[in-house]
T-cell receptor, first 114, second 110 residues
Framework: DGGITQSPKYLFRKEGQNVTLSCEQNLNHDAMYWYRQDPGQGLRLIYYSQIVNDFQKGDIAEGYSVSREKKESFPLTVTSAQKNPTAFYLC?????????????FGSGTRLTVV | GQQVMQIPQYQHVQEGEDFTTYCNSS?????IQWYKQRPGGHPVFLIQ???SGEVKKQKRLTFQFGEAKKNSSLHITATQTTDVGTYFC??????????WGAGTKLIIKP
């Protein structure tokens, strides 16, 4: 079945460490996105990519980095510069970044700083 | 920046009662999407509305897009325990960016 796979499901990080969250999709979607969700809140866009080797900052990109070397993969690195990284991270994809398509989400990664 | 306001934040209902959530934007939207997120889960796309005044139904769910394309609503008739979760609207602005509402959490009273 086609879908988006995020790993790991749970991740614990020590302060000062960088961590990378994986996102892989086999839907042949062009666009991919990273969102952050804090308890009881909506989704905030971190980064998005519409094509391979190109990506754009979202509303809260500071302290995060991404790459898009393959159409299927869009990993997110949470750097030590991110002051409050504990959150639920969601990866999504869509057919193309146009008006016509809804987003498909992965099951998310819950990151906790210990 | 542009915002989509969604109310209420929470709604407690008895099973069998109706539920409604509303979204309002200060600017005209190209379209609006609705998603459902079950507790502990991820958002799942429900529907997209594009036309002014559009109304779409999915079984007990009715979605509306306002005439001015600035507001939208989701109404659930006769809620069931399977409806529990948070419902998000997401409006697409003129730059094709998706602007998310903060969500309305549907809670069924025991």
């Amino acid at each position: 079945d086609g879908g988006i796979t995020q790993s790991p499901k749970y991740l614990f990080r020590k302060e000062g460490q960088n961590v990378t969250l994986s996102c892989e999709q086999n839907l042949n979607h062009d666009a991919m996105y990273w969102y952050r969700q804090d308890p009881g809140q909506g989704l905030r866009l971190i980064y998005y990519s519409q094509i391979v080797n190109d990506f754009q900052k979202g509303d809260i990109a500071e302290g995060y980095s991404v790459s898009r070397e393959k159409k299927e993969s869009f990993p997110l690195t949470v750097t030590s510069a991110q002051k409050n990284p504990t959150a639920f991270y969601l990866c999504a994809s869509s057919m193309r970044d146009s008006a016509a398509y809804g987003y498909t989400f992965g099951s998310g990664t819950r990151l906790t700083v210990v | 920046g542009q915002q989509v306001m969604q109310i209420p934040q929470y709604q407690h209902v008895q099973e069998g009662e109706d539920f409604t959530t509303y979204c309002n934007s200060s600017t005209t939207l190209s379209n609006i999407q609705w998603y459902k997120q079950r507790p502990g889960g991820h958002p799942v796309f429900l529907i997209q509305l594009v036309k002014s005044g559009e109304v779409k139904k999915q079984k007990r769910l009715t979605f509306q897009f306002g005439e001015a394309k600035k507001n939208s609503s989701l109404h659930i008739t006769a809620t069931q325990t399977t409806d529990v979760g948070t419902y998000f609207c997401a409006g697409r602005d003129s730059n094709y960016q998706l602007i998310w509402g903060a969500g309305t959490k549907l809670i069924i009273k025991p």
